[in-house]
């Protein structure tokens, strides 16, 4: 799919990125997506839409591509011209990329633009892409806060309706503190039907961050044992905005006790759940070390010990547990099971834990989330589970999710988006608080279907963040 080296191609491999301009960004894209010639001896041509004039390329660079820049347009509606052009002349493109930024600036431009434009501009932009071929839509997330209304997911939701979704990168902008996102499609049908919900948003006073990095220490022996944990550093950073010193937070998901963990650490009092007894146990036993590490602070300086509970529970029954009923929570943080790709037995991943003889996947447990194979019904529990977890916040309490999108067989599953829609929508118990990128940078990029298919090392992580609705 392109003339890259493997160390070049292996630059493409993360799902985020800096950016730094749409030029550049449109020299990796070409570069990535296209071949100089292809293999009948036809130059690849290139489409770029942007608001003003590209001219960042060497003819060392491009060799026999033939780019053409369509420029100057202001909305969408212009844009729209532009791609009707397109197809008046029949023009066809081995890879189009689209500067969409700006162009739909709230919910309600979203609103217009799906009712009255979307659909042909997607229908427009699969007949110009060569089939099979990739487009690039590059968009931003409405303000400079992350707490605006995430259209980048919802155009993903629009496009795919005419293009296979293959993937999304976020673009980390340091000079403004913005994300953008750059969506890759391919001119073919897309395998899973996209779920689409409104939301109802109410930012939290307090500004999130847009994106952190955090690098997980080296797990302890017992903490192997799990196959997926979150670093308590993140935990810890939420922690410090969404509670005070002695709010009562809570896991329903609790794992080897990490949140539990960044509790303590924070002086707050703490509730955790697992429905695997093994779970229970190493988080009591770390949760012990982590007395014995902070006894003296403890005993002779300011804080006093918090109270720190673990408990073997189902979470999918919350509201039938008599030791929750009457709890009041401040704030609940939790990493759900990412779904069942932990019994893909094909993995890279799974096959280093069973070379070391460890639990490839959480339990076997029925009524364990990542034992169900069926998305929209693992999306209908994990949904289940958090509106049960609003009945137990206080008024104005908050809810942060730590998971991420995940691929299998080339389809993407949105499952952060998913989950957002379900519960910000007509039928969920929350508003859509606003999101945080953990960038993980401390991983090792695999080479994935290098030189036959694209897919890419998706090592950000969404850290979702919810506020209790009408309270």
Known sequence: MNDLSYSDWMKFQKSFFRFESFENLANDTILFFTKSRWPNGEPSRVLLLSKQEVDAFSQMHLGDRVIENKFGYTSYRDLLEKLRSELKQESRYDFVLVDFRQLIKSERDFAIFREEIGEEMSEILRAIVVPRRYLGLLTDFPGPSSTAYPIPWFLAVLLRKKLRLRDEKVGLCDFNGKVYYLLLLQSKDDRRVPYYSRI???PYPHDVPAWVFVKSPP????????????????VQRFIGIFT?????????MVGTGSSLIAAARMDRKAVGIDIVEEFVDIAKERLSREVLTQLDEWVYGKNKRPQIEVLKGDATRLLDDS???????DYCITSPPYWSVLRNRGSEYQKSRRTKKLPQFYSQEERDLGNIDDYD???DVLSSVYNQVANLLKPQGHLTVILKNVKRNHVVYP???DLSMRLCG????YDYSGNTLWCQDDIKIRPFALGIHWVSNTLHNYCLHFGRRGT
């Open 200 to 202: 109802q948003t109410a």
């Open 426 to 429: 007509k039928s969920g118990e």
């Open 415 to 417: 499952i952060a988006w």
């Open 323 to 329: 030791r929750l009923t009457d709890r009041v929570f």
């Open 244 to 252: 005070r010193r002695g709010d009562l937070v809570f896991d329903p």
């Open 377 to 379: 019904k693992f999306l």
């Open 219 to 234: 797990r302890k022996k017992n903490e192997i044992y799990h196959p997926a944990k979150f670093p308590e550093a993140l």
